[in-house]
């Protein structure tokens, strides 16, 4: 009698301690385009940040997802240099949980995620009718956008640029780090942790990350809780690749120490064979996971115009035709 009494106090302990998600509430009302923000449907307010050119109309219009602690200024100097360079219009939102949202460093859920992309595509939609719209999303928010372009209803983009899309899946992962993540997720949640001492470098650019680590908003502890809801996040996102059939640029960077090569050839492999003439892959050689805000990043910015101009063509910096095989190759 006594071990069942410990038996369930245990089972009640992690099931009191079992990572809480702060999901939408009710629908209220119609999301909605308010000001410098999205206004979901269930009244979340998630601020919006926009690069327009200075002088003519926008040729095309991308929606950008940032990654796992990060916020819609991680697309600033793309955005502008898009938008003055190439004439791109480009918008940027916080998602649930980061940045100026409420419940900082709290986790929706990938369902959440989706829909919140989907809601922005057709606001902007509705706003730029007659212009093509691209879907972005860098490491979580690539991840993001795979599991929104393969539900069965996709928002409705012209195409898709992933940038080091977040897909290291539980699969990938040796059984002591599932274990690991699994028993913290399930009894401490609510402690957080940090990456000093992992020794990773997110990019070359050491400048932007010395910013990024004295911006408030940039998120650095992390709750064990919301680190699951991520790893759910990528699971899903591996899993989507065999439905992601949209037409899309995957960027990748040969440095990259935050998403694996092998998940990143996993998904690649998975890929619908009768998609693969509209999915064009790209392989920076001496990128890091922030290809986007490296210091070669320009080149990277070029080509995502490029390809929106002519997703048929060479990308400029020819990226696109580096051999794969680096990401199978043993390290």
Do not use: V
């Given at each position: 009698m006594k071990k069942r009494g410990i038996g369930l106090f245990l089972v009640l302990f992690i099931a009191a301690c079992a990572p809480r998600l702060h999901a939408p509430g009710p629908k209220t009302g119609e999301a909605q385009l308010s000001g410098q923000a999205i206004i979901t449907a269930d009244g979340a307010r998630?601020?919006?940040?926009?690069?327009?050119?200075?002088?003519g109309t926008p040729r095309a219009v991308i929606l950008a997802l940032h990654g796992f602690n990060d916020y819609s200024n991680f697309f600033d100097d793309p955005g502008q240099f898009l938008a003055q360079r190439y004439r791109i219009a480009s918008y940027a939102y916080d998602q649930r949980g980061f940045g100026e949202t409420a419940n900082p460093g709290?986790?929706?859920g990938v369902a959440a995620y989706a829909d919140d992309t989907r809601e922005a595509v057709r606001l902007l939609k509705q706003k730029h009718p007659a212009l093509p719209v691209y879907l972005l999303g860098e490491s979580m928010g690539g991840a993001v956008a795979m599991v929104a372009m393969s539900s069965p209803s996709p928002p409705d983009v012209n195409g898709t640029i992933l940038s080091a899309p977040a897909v290291w899946g539980r699969v990938t992962m040796p059984w002591y780090q599932r274990f690991a993540l699994w028993l913290g997720a399930n009894t401490v949640p609510w402690m957080t942790l940090t990456g000093k001492g992992l020794n990773i470098k997110p990019s070359?650019?050491?400048e932007m990350l010395i910013e990024l680590g004295k911006d408030p908003l940039v998120?650095?502890?992390t709750r064990i809780g919301t680190i699951y809801g991520l790893v759910n996040l990528m699971d899903a996102g591996l899993k989507s690749a065999p439905g992601f059939t949209a037409p899309?640029?995957?960027?990748?960077?040969?440095?990259?120490e935050i998403v694996p090569k092998k998940p990143t050839a996993m998904m690649l492999e998975n890929l619908p064979v009768k998609s693969r003439d509209d999915?064009?892959?790209a392989l920076y050689q001496g990128g890091y996971h922030m290809l986007?805000?490296?210091?070669?990043?320009?080149t990277v910015w070029k080509?995502?115009?490029?390809?929106?101009k002519d997703p048929s063509k060479p990308l400029p910096s020819g990226a696109d035709r580096r051999n794969l095989s680096i990401l199978t190759a043993e390290d």
């Open positions: 998630l601020p919006l940040r926009q690069w327009m050119p200075e002088t709290s986790w929706a070359d650019n050491i998120i650095k502890e899309a640029l995957i960027l990748y960077g040969e440095l990259d999915q064009k892959t986007l805000r490296d210091i070669p990043a320009a080509d995502i115009a490029a390809w929106i």
